[in-house]
């Protein structure tokens, strides 16, 4: 059984006083590639051999098809934590594995594939952004086995805490670790005018003006996709080399990392 709803809204009680201790440099951090992996996954339309796929269902369908175990917990903790306004709290993550059941009455719930396909298509639909997500903090505070579970998290820019964590890059660990899809690179066109406005927005700092225009950083950009939504002549974009690539390289990683079910299907 993992930690009881008492004791996990005892935690979330000093959520707050935690985040500001951490913005502090008062929390040490040990992240690493041994409790930290991370994947945004962008909403955008994703340029692929000429043709236009909408990528996060593509990706998240075969992680929570080929799971063994797949629940929705009952509320987003970064949310709640930071008392978001702009989605509802009550929109939480999906939780792959078997160690979702032990989860605690009153923490989240067991539900079909179905259900799961359409818990992400509405939180997509309403905005929020999928983030596949493996890190010990959410084992911890969940009080499950960090080996037998991973994330499915919806996250919105305002409360996201691994978006700000890249963001403030307290930790190098946990920044060099949250990753691009394999495959995945922004591309600047002639149509940029050098407004700045795709380097004011990005969360990895990857983004810089060189002779009026946008250059990328490829070993800093995240691939959050937040660059494009935000060009208004649409000179970023995002490109992939290979939708399966991507796909088999995401299932892969993960399936290294956890034992949630037969993810590469081998």
């Known amino acids: 059984m993992g930690r009881s709803k008492g004791m996990y809204d005892f935690i979330m009680r000093f959520y707050r006083l935690f985040q500001r201790l951490d913005d502090w440099g008062l929390i040490p951090h040990n992240d690493s590639e041994k409790n930290t992996s991370g994947h945004i996954i962008p909403v955008e339309e ?5 043709r236009q796929v909408v990528l ?3 990706v998240l369908t075969p992680l929570i098809d080929r799971a063994d175990t797949v629940a929705i917990m009952n509320e987003c903790f970064c949310r709640r934590g930071d008392r978001c306004r702009a ?9 792959l594995g078997n160690a979702a059941r032990d989860l605690a009455r009153g923490l989240g719930r067991i539900v079909t594939k179905e259900e799961a396909m359409d818990h992400s298509r509405r939180a997509i639909d309403m905005g929020l952004l999928p983030l596949v997500v493996h890190n010990k903090f959410d084992a911890w505070i969940w009080g499950l086995e960090y080996r037998r579970m991973m994330n499915i998290c919806f996250c919105c820019e305002c409360c996201c805490s691994v978006r700000l964590g890249v963001k403030t890059k307290i930790s190098p660990g946990f920044f060099q670790n949250i990753h691009r899809l394999p495959g995945l690179h ?11 406005v795709c380097r004011d927005v990005c969360i990895a700092g990857a983004i810089t003006m060189e002779e009026n225009r946008a250059v990328v950083d490829h070993d800093r950009c995240k691939g959050c996709g937040r660059c494009v939504d935000v ?10 080399d290979d939708e399966q690539r991507a796909i088999d390289g995401i299932l892969t990683l993960y399936a290294a990392r956890t034992d949630v079910g037969n993810l590469t299907g081998r």
């Open 186 to 196: 922004i591309e600047v066109g002639d149509e940029c005018r050098g407004c700045d």
């Open 56 to 58: 996060p269902m593509d």
């Open 87 to 95: 989605f509802p709290r009550d929109l939480g993550c999906l939780l």
């Open 231 to 240: 060009c208004a002549v649409g000179a970023v974009r995002l490109v992939l």
């Open 46 to 50: 994703v340029i692929v051999g000429g």
